[in-house]
């Protein structure tokens, strides 16, 4: 398998640490969106990354859909998501406060890359967005003894999470506070203190 696409991504940072974590064999081809476009597009017209090319050609484009094929492939009892019912609804929604953390922030480097002048309500919506979901992340996280936010293992959600913070902690400096969310933050750490973290670190790269 290829992976495409930078480990500063938020996005292509949780397919790669799956893939740590499932000891899945993949190459790492590190090109960007912005320098590497075409190359990108060759595999995705979007242009997007995430992209994962199959041993057999095919390209999956969204880390969505790349992740649903690395738990098949793990099989039912591996997988980062539960098979069915609340437990696969409550990691699926953790997850996509996450990722939704994750868009904003992409979002908020993207708008200051190519606008000269910004939109201060929109910048402000973005952000109160972000805050209002770590707002109710802390309170929930505050209320759970385990390691990981469902318990002993780790999980998809645990792993969106965690790279949406330390990508807007980069990206953002103030916006991601440790001291006003604290008990995300001790999260966050115990992720990235796991090898399957450490091993997929880049510093971040902003266009210009």
């Given amino acids: 398998m290829i992976l495409i696409g930078q480990y500063d991504s938020p996005f292509v940072r949780r397919v790669a640490v799956a893939l740590q974590l499932y000891g899945m064999a993949y190459e790492h081809r590190p090109w960007s969106v912005f320098g590497d476009v075409e190359q990108v597009a060759r595999y995705n017209p979007l242009r997007r990354v995430p992209v994962l090319v199959l041993d057999g050609g095919e390209a999956l484009v969204d880390s969505v859909s790349i992740l649903d094929h690395l738990d098949e492939v793990a099989g039912p009892e591996q997988a980062l998501f539960p098979a069915a019912g609340p437990?696969?609804?409550?990691?699926?929604r953790?997850?996509?406060?996450?990722?939704?953390?994750?868009?904003?922030?992409?979002?908020?480097?993207?708008?200051?890359?190519?606008h000269r002048e910004t939109a201060g309500d929109w910048i402000a919506r973005?952000?109160?967005?972000?805050s209002s979901v770590l707002d109710h992340l802390e309170a929930e996280?505050?209320?759970?003894?385990?390691?990981?936010?469902?318990?002993e293992r780790i999980g998809h959600g645990d792993i969106a999470l965690a790279c949406a913070l330390r990508f807007t902690a980069e990206a953002h400096p103030g916006v991601f506070e440790a001291a006003h969310w604290p008990h995300l933050a001790a999260h966050a750490a115990r992720c990235e203190a796991l090898p399957a973290f450490s091993a997929v670190v880049q510093p971040l790269v902003t266009p210009d």
């Fill in 87 to 92: 437990a696969r609804r409550a990691a699926l």
């Fill in 94 to 114: 953790l997850t996509a406060f996450g990722t939704g953390i994750a868009d904003k922030a992409v979002s908020l480097v993207y708008s200051r890359a190519w």
């Fill in 126 to 130: 973005c952000r109160g967005q972000i």
């Fill in 141 to 151: 996280r505050s209320a759970l003894p385990g390691p990981f936010w469902f318990g």
